[in-house]
């Protein structure tokens, strides 16, 4: 609204084109004037240098997989969903101990779909028994936000986000997990959630460049990876990892971090996720970095207001992903997460999978509403709408998908 646009100007949110400063990209293809970069190099040098720079000033460094990690299948089913799926729940253990940290990962298979099958991951923000009406699914024994208790009336709550039939009926499975299961989503100097079970700084302080929340979001997706690799009704080699706003900066950091997924996606997620930080659009670095203080390694906040000074930006994160096939997609009135920062974004990362031969975006300009380029393995849209993961949002990843996954 009028009124609402007016207060972000006086909060010096940059909400017209006009106001976004000049700014330069760091180049993705930096060879300090040495070489031409080549898929070679890209693959043995570049790739990892870009992967260190967001580690060390962006996300955080995380840990490796660790040794104790447990999978107990403990619920299963052939008739659920009216008998369209199969489902299985599974509580990953991050230690030896069963009832310790860990996580619920909730999956539905299509019933008649010839095994093993191609997946959707992703996290949700309230619980996994919000995702659908099911009530064999387990109630989140994690903290949730806003007071919100996970009890039989909030079974499906969330269920617009993910149309878990639609998914069945193309052939797809589903699998979802609650994110505050791995982190609950607050600042709490990192002492709740899976941090103290790797980290031990001596001097109690941790580092600049220690895992954040998103980090340790995007780990937790590795560990639900680690169990699909050993179900073989799950082809661990066709994992689509998504997710939305946070969880889309989050899927990114997964897609960029672990190679073993085939396809990433990523829904309005905006600043320090798709879109360009350069561009101070929207919500920008000072904002996200105040508001949410545990989302990015401390470093991440140097940049606040000083985002030129960043050893990257966005498009390179994005690059991580080639030569898999990755998809951006914004929403027309969410100008929170600067649409057109995303489409960028996707477009100077693009060069990436064209050095490997592969056409990636192949768009110049930003499409009309509605329109998805999805001919290279570069996807984007911008659809009509509010900051949100719809039906029509879906639809599209799977036709994706069916390019890239079949
Ligand atoms: C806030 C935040 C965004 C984030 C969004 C979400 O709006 O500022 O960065 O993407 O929440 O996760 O829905």
């Not at 955080?60 to 997989?65: A, L, Q």
């Not at 970095?289 to 390179?316: A, I, K």
């Amino acid at each position: 609204t009028l009124v609402q646009k007016l207060l972000a100007r006086k909060d010096g949110v940059i909400y017209r084109e006009s106001d976004v400063p000049d700014y330069e990209l760091p180049e993705l293809f930096d060879t300090r004037g040495k070489e031409k970069m080549t898929a070679q190099i890209w693959k043995t040098k570049r790739r990892g240098e870009i992967l260190e720079l967001f580690e060390t000033h962006v996300f955080g460094k995380s840990p490796k997989r660790p040794h104790a990690l447990k999978f107990n299948v403990f619920e299963k089913s052939s008739t659920a969903l009216n008998s369209t799926a199969l489902r299985k729940q599974v509580r990953v253990s991050f230690t030896q101990n069963d009832d310790g940290p860990g996580m619920d990962v909730l999956i539905y298979l299509p019933a008649k779909a010839e095994k093993p099958v191609p997946l959707f991951l992703l996290l949700n923000f309230r619980g996994n028994h919000t995702v659908c009406d099911d009530p064999a699914v387990r109630l989140t024994e994690s903290w949730i936000p806003n007071g919100e208790e996970a009890n039989e009336a909030s079974r499906g709550k969330r269920s617009q986000r993910y149309p878990v039939e639609s998914i069945i009926a193309r052939g797809y499975g589903f699998a979802t997990i609650y994110c505050g299961d791995i982190d609950p989503d607050y600042h709490d100097g990192f002492k709740n959630g899976v941090h103290p079970l790797f980290d031990n700084p001596a001097d109690g302080k941790r580092d600049p460049d220690s895992w954040g929340t998103i980090a340790a979001w995007a780990w937790g997706l590795s560990r639900a990876m680690d169990y699909f690799e050993t179900d073989s009704d799950i082809d661990h080699t066709k994992i689509a990892v998504l997710g939305h706003s946070r969880l889309g900066k989050t899927s990114l950091w997964a897609g960029a971090t672990d190679e073993r997924f085939a396809m990433v996606i990523s829904n309005n997620s905006g600043c320090g996720g798709a879109a360009l930080s350069r561009r101070c659009y929207g919500e920008a670095l000072k904002r996200i970095n105040t508001r949410f203080p545990h989302w990015f390694c401390e470093n991440f906040q140097q940049y606040n207001g000083n985002e030129s000074s960043l050893p990257v930006d966005q498009h390179m994160l994005i690059a991580l992903i080639a030569p898999r096939p990755a998809y951006i997609a914004s929403a027309d009135q969410d100008l929170w997460a600067d649409p057109r920062g995303e489409f960028l974004s996707a477009k100077y990362a693009s060069p990436a999978w064209e050095l490997m031969g592969l056409k990636g975006l192949g768009a110049e300009q930003m499409p009309p509403l509605n329109t998805p380029i999805q001919n290279g393995h570069l996807g984007y849209h911008i659809r009509d709408g509010k900051h949100d993961l719809t039906e029509y949002d879906w639809q599209r990843y799977m036709d994706f998908a069916d390019k890239h996954l079949r």
